[in-house]
């Protein structure tokens, strides 16, 4: 049961992940800036 819950708990981890990702380009691609250069990461993601 204790690798079920693991399982779930890395699954929920990755699609936040995504969605934050997928935030992210969107709100870079409208010009929005970061101080660290946060936007240069959307650059590897192929989407």
Same mark, same amino acid.
């Given at each position: 049961?204790?690798?079920?819950? +693991? @399982?779930?708990?890395?699954?929920?981890?990755?699609?936040?992940?995504? *969605?934050? +990702? @997928?935030?992210?380009?969107?709100?870079?691609?409208?010009?929005?800036? *970061?101080? +660290?250069?946060?936007?240069?990461?959307?650059?590897?993601?192929?989407?």
């Amino acid at each position: 049961m204790g690798r079920k819950k +693991l @399982l779930v708990i890395a699954a929920t981890l990755f699609a936040c992940l995504l *969605f934050y +990702l @997928l935030a992210l380009d969107s709100y870079c691609d409208q010009g929005g800036k *970061f101080a +660290l250069g946060i936007c240069s990461i959307t650059r590897i993601v192929p989407w």
